[in-house]
């Protein structure tokens, strides 16, 4: 069940806590150049980007599912260290300091069909 709360009260409780953490612009252009290659494909249809204070989220879904077919997570760690986390489900594929590397797996590799 969704909850209705006014703008000025949700204003206000951000300013007490912590921020949320957010991806930045060069990270979200990484994010949609992936999801655009594989959208001119077919293969995707739709994402959603989900903030709050403990991690930023990049949900992608192949169609009109609850679930999201992939989902890309930054995080702060225990040391103030930013990682990525990408998922296949509940699945972890990859974990990284990196965004870049952390996308590899998204990425698809060319192969030989007939030679």
């Known amino acids: 069940m969704t909850t209705v709360v006014s703008l000025a009260d949700y204003k206000r409780a951000a300013r007490l806590g912590l921020p949320d953490?957010?991806?930045n612009k060069r990270e979200l252009d990484q994010l949609?150049?992936?999801y655009s290659r594989r959208v001119m494909n077919g293969e995707w249809k739709d994402y959603?980007?989900?903030?709050d204070p403990t991690m930023a989220a990049f949900l992608i879904y192949r169609n009109n599912s609850r679930q999201p077919a992939f989902t890309v997570i930054k995080r702060q760690t225990s040391s103030d260290k930013t990682?990525?986390?990408v998922f296949h489900g509940r699945e972890r594929l990859k974990r990284s300091a990196s965004l870049t590397d952390a996308l590899s797996v998204l990425k698809r590799k060319l192969k030989l069909v007939k030679k």
């Open 21 to 23: 953490i957010c991806f």
């Open 32 to 34: 949609l150049t992936v």
């Open 48 to 51: 959603a980007i989900r903030h």
């Open 83 to 85: 990682e990525f986390l």
